[in-house]
């Protein structure tokens, strides 16, 4: 089955703009988290969606949002650019979200702030 | 904040030999998971071993938790060059099923 889906794969945008990433998860999986990778703060939560709520929030700023739709598939948007902005944005899927299951990765989102 | 800790931060091995890998926690977890990423791709999940568990084992790879301790150990048998990658940690803890992740060993396996 097709795995988790992440688009765009590569993005550059300008300081001060915003930006919405996609994300497809595998057909099943109703929870959706997406983390935050940085050479200096490694991989960070971000927020978790389950059934289009948001269930879980990590420490990011209101600049960070997400949503989730009818078919599971999530959005994140980043509001007013900056460049510590620059990472790669993974979402990642699972059943249901609960701590008996692993989750499933897809290959992220680049996104450079310059 | 980082949960797990990995160590080493880097590994470099021939292809064939072991390559161990160590995780140390700071709180009591409901479970321990193993992740690979290849450079700048997502990760990809290995093995969950729960708290109430020893040793797992998939293929070539080997897990094992001491909870005494706090600190888990993925071992790789037999590497081969496609092993080449980072390997994560991550933990859930308490009421959160929400993994918290390492930063990380970097491994390379040379041809």
Known sequence: KAGVTQTPRYLIKTRGQQVTLSCSPISGHRSVSWYQQTPGQGLQFLFEYFSETQRNKGNFPGRFSGRQFSNSRSEMNVSTLELGDSALYLCASSIQGERGYGYTFGSGTRLTVV | ?111
């Open chain 2, 1 to 111: 904040s980082q949960q797990g800790e990995e160590d080493p931060q880097a590994l470099s091995i021939q292809e064939g030999e072991n390559a161990t890998m160590n995780c140390s926690y700071k709180t009591s977890i409901n479970n321990l998971q193993w992740y690979r990423q290849n450079s700048g791709r997502g990760l990809v999940h290995l093995i969950l071993i729960r708290s109430n568990e020893r040793e797992k084992h998939s293929g070539r790879l080997r897990v094992t938790l001491d909870t005494s301790k706090k600190s888990s150990s993925l071992l790789i048998t037999a590497s081969r060059a496609a092993d080449t990658a980072s390997y994560f940690c991550a933990t859930t803890s308490g009421g959160s099923y929400i993994p918290t992740f390492g930063r990380g060993t970097s491994l390379i396996v040379h041809p």
